[in-house]
């Protein structure tokens, strides 16, 4: 079976233009959004608790808030449904620090009477240890960026690099505007997912570069968005093909996975679906505009093979014994 | 000349095919090693490494406390002023006001002559700086010596956690520092909530027994004073344990505490209600003996965590240094408040940090939810890639197949913690390994239509898509590398099993999947179908 012939090049670089506009008009509206909505941080990064309720029949949530509003520790609670009407969560924005009786303690004693229930988790984050992944969390991101830019930078050119890391920003950026327009919880396993996300993105915009690396290589034409043309066209049903199947395994993750990887099932969905798009309408075009050159990267590669070259030669001179 | 040219070809030759061999046997020896050391885990064999579960998975509580250590420093203090006290009392020194601070201790002395006795006695107090003008002492800490304090507070409480928590009988507990003053406890095998609550109470006790004299002058009036007001007589006012509404006036600076008990018992009295004794060593007991002769018809408190358990009249000197504890407690709570003074009082109180606690069935569900989900990802792209691609497609899920069984395999051996991140991490892996093949499909596909020969081919075609596949893989193993530095717990978890994912893909979808069509070569030229083989048209092969 085979879904792309390839008998013809696509006119990719011809779209670009207007690629970039809707990238523009996607990142500003994202950025538009975390600033008006902002991110929703969940317990993790935020502080706080989370009390989570099954029910052996449906959850009587008014009863729940009538009867945990008379008890000082869960003023300001949020009492939400949660996967299934039997489910509910508790979240609270403080943490209490008493070890002995905590608030899933304190929870049983204050729902008594409003059926068969179970407690099933209970998270707990105090501010200090919240802040803690805060940092640590903004932390992770901007080094894996980095490490990911020295080693493009190291493995093709920089203006590789810094195409990908421009294309990186981008799939970020969105993900999390559609993190803040969704207003899902943000905790550790969206950071996760934002992480899988760089990777993932990553892996198909390099191999998208390798094909234009090769092509430029190979190609008698001196026009690079021709060349980008050709290798973004060859590349297509691979990355298409990884896309589709990348896409339905997070689908059935984001779908049976179960209500706690929800948000980040939801954060990859989006993320996969950015990723494929910029690495061939955000990545390629942009190593165009930062002006690479082909003529000057053959000579490039020349001098750096005659230099190569030169070195063979005085070692197999030395190894001769002729130096 | 030539000679050599022919003689190295055949060389090079040779050498390909050495490596074919090579590459099938590599592959053979990891699927076994997958098959063998997955088995523990999969069958569920008494033997053998296993994969821990991740307490998100298998239900547990999982904290991370922090310690006040700041009132390590105060009750150093507070001991300082005991032994302090004893010392004067045992020779007969008058002392003035002897208070005990946050951070100092201040006294003074009546006879000028009694100053080199204290002096002698005060060089023996470790790390303490010692303030002498006149008659007034002051005595305080040293700043390393404030230091040494706090970190021995923190290195004492994790000490006392984990002996508690031996005592106390659960499977498996981790007692850890993280950090420089963090403590992490993780318990998997709590079932109940009420388990986790006892369990808790048990950490958190701090378990401290101090021996106090009731002021019986002023005892009469404790309920019509203030904090502040017995503060000037130095003392300090307590509640009955049992009854809040019932208060002692005591002294403030105890006769002795429990860092001088060397045993407690849960035992019976004669109403067969649970009691504790306790024994003293013999400091503890000389002290409780001069002090319990001296006090004949006095009161003295026996306090625990700042509350009056008893406060029995003392009849006769109490030597041998053996105390009884009754209190309206449970036999549950009888042993567990055993188990936290024989293993000792807490230097300074802990307080939650961060919890995360999950119900076994909670885990269990996750379990079920993320099965699901990676058998569902995998006969998904199963199907797909024996649809698009034929007997490649076939080749590619065997590679797949095998990816699971060694990352199950090399976690089992490493003892690695599978969580629920984990586990989405393995479906995630399910999608990224199968990408190294339809490169390669993709690439060996090109080649074909190009006009090439079948090894041509092959060869090339794993050549050119070695490269992209490499920096892809090592891409997101720089993102998985950082992850596992930076995240937590769980988060860690899903690092792990990305990396070793997209590593064993190296073996299986690349080097493996390239000997099976290196040894498969001959057949697929013989059978002159490509079309069954790497699903492309034949027309277009033309």
């Given amino acids: 079976m085979e879904f792309f012939k390839q008998s013809k090049t696509i006119g990719f670089m011809g779209k670009s233009k207007l690629a970039m506009i809707i990238s523009i008009v996607l990142v500003l509206s994202s950025y538009g959004l975390l600033m008006t909505k902002g991110l929703n941080f969940g317990v993790d990064f935020a502080g706080g608790t989370i009390v989570q309720v099954q029910y052996e029949k449906t959850a009587p949530i008014d009863k729940m808030r009538t009867q945990l509003s008379s008890n000082e520790m869960f ?49 707990i984050v105090g501010p200090k240890v919240g802040n803690e992944l805060r940092e640590k969390g903004a932390m992770s991101l901007l080094l894996a960026m980095l490490g990911i830019l020295i080693y493009v930078a190291f493995r093709f050119e920089w203006r590789f690099a810094v195409a990908s890391i421009i294309a990186l920003i981008h799939d970020v950026s969105i993900a999390m505007g559609a993190l803040a327009l969704t207003q899902i919880d943000v905790n550790l396993d969206v950071l996760a997912a934002l992480l899988t996300i760089l990777g993932y993105s990553l892996n198909d915009t390099i191999i998208v570069f390798d094909r234009i690396r090769e092509g430029i290589s190979d190609t008698k034409s001196l026009v690079l968005s021709d060349v980008i043309d050709e290798s973004v066209t060859k590349t297509l049903s691979r990355t298409t093909l990884t896309s589709l199947t990348t896409f339905f395994v997070v689908l059935t993750l984001f779908m049976f996975g179960g209500e706690i990887i929800h948000s980040f099932g939801f954060t990859l969905l989006v993320g996969v679906v950015v990723g494929t798009y910029s690495s061939i309408f955000v990545a390629s075009p942009i190593l165009l505009w930062l002006g690479f050159d082909i003529t000057s990267y053959h000579s490039k590669q020349a001098q750096k093979a005659i230099r190569n070259a030169e070195k063979e030669k005085m070692r197999a001179q030395f190894e001769q014994g002729t130096i | ?464 898509a070695m490269r992209a596949i490499l920096d892809a893989n090592i891409t997101t193993l720089i993102a998985a590398v950082v992850l596992y530095a930076y995240g937590t717990g769980a988060i860690k978890g899903f690092a792990i099993t990305i990396s070793i994912g997209i590593l064993a893909s190296m073996l299986t979808a690349i080097l493996g999947t390239h000997g099976i069509y290196s040894s498969l070569e001959e057949k697929i030229n013989k059978s002159k179908n490509p079309a069954f083989w790497f699903g492309i048209s034949k027309k277009r092969l033309g």
């Fill in chain 2, 1 to 464: 000349m030539q000679r050599l040219l022919k003689s190295q070809k055949m060389l090079w030759h040779e050498s390909t095919r050495m490596k074919l061999n090579f590459r099938i046997v590599i592959f053979t020896l990891a699927i076994a090693f997958g098959l063998f050391f997955s088995a523990p885990s999969l069958l569920n064999t008494e033997k053998g490494a296993k994969i821990t579960l991740g307490l998100d998975l298998q239900g547990g509580l999982h904290m991370l406390l922090g310690v006040k250590t700041e009132e390590a420093v105060g009750s150093r203090m507070k001991s300082i002023a005991a032994s302090v006290k004893h010392f004067t009392n045992h020779n007969d020194i008058l002392l003035d006001t002897l208070k005990a601070s946050e951070d100092e201790v201040k006294f003074s002395i009546l006879d000028p002559d009694d100053a080199v006795v204290i002096d002698e006695m005060l060089k023996e107090v470790e790390g303490a700086q010692i303030n002498h003008s006149g008659l007034n002492y002051a005595i305080s800490l040293t700043p390393e010596s404030v230091e040494a304090t706090k970190k021995m507070a923190i290195s004492q409480a994790i000490e006392t956690i984990r002996n508690r928590l031996d005592q106390f009988g659960l499977a498996e507990p981790t007692v850890a520092r993280q950090g420089t003053e963090k403590i992490l406890v993780e318990l998997p095998g709590i079932k109940t909530q009420e388990d986790e609550q006892r369990a808790r109470e048990l950490i958190s006790r701090a378990a401290k027994l101090e021996l106090i004299a009731v002021d019986e002058d002023r005892a009469m009036r404790v309920y019509n004073m203030t904090d502040a007001q017995a503060a000037q007589y130095g003392d300090v006012i307590l509640e009955d344990n049992e009854n809040p509404e019932v208060k002692y006036l005591l002294k403030e600076i105890p006769i002795l505490d429990g860092g001088l008990l060397t045993n407690a018992t849960v035992a019976f009295d004669q109403n067969n209600r649970p009691v504790i004794n306790f024994a003293l060593n013999s400091e503890g007991a000389q002290i409780f003996g001069d002090f319990t002769g001296k006090n004949v018809g006095k009161r003295m408190a026996i306090v625990l965590d700042g509350k009056v358990y008893s406060a029995p009249v003392i009849n006769e000197r109490i030597g041998g240094g053996h105390v009884q504890v009754s209190g309206n407690y449970s036999v549950n709570e009888a042993n567990d408040l055993a188990i936290a003074l024989r293993s000792g009082a807490l230097l300074a109180p802990i307080y939650m940090m961060e919890k995360r606690s999950v119900g076994p069935s909670l885990g269990a569900e996750s379990i079920r939810n993320s099965m699901v989900a990676l058998m569902g990802g995998f006969v998904l792209v199963f199907i797909f890639m024996m649809v698009y691609y034929k007997m490649a497609g076939v080749i590619a899920n065997i590679a797949l197949v095998a990816n699971l069984f060694i990352i199950l395999a090399v976690m089992s051996l490493f003892g690695a913690t599978l969580t629920l991140p984990g586990m989405a991490g393995i479906v995630l892996t399910v999608g990224m390994a199968v990408d190294a093949n339809v490169i390669i499909s993709e690439r060996i596909r090109e080649l074909l239509y190009e006009g090439k020969s079948l090894h041509k081919a092959i060869e090339e075609g794993y050549a050119n």
């Fill in chain 1, 75 to 123: 003023k300001g609670a949020s009492i939400t449904e949660f996967g299934s009407p039997d489910e509910v969560i508790i979240r609270l924005k403080t943490s209490s620090k008493d070890i002995s009786k905590d608030v899933g303690d304190v929870t049983r004693e204050a729902l008594k009477g409003t059926g068969e229930f179970k407690i099933r988790r209970v998270d």
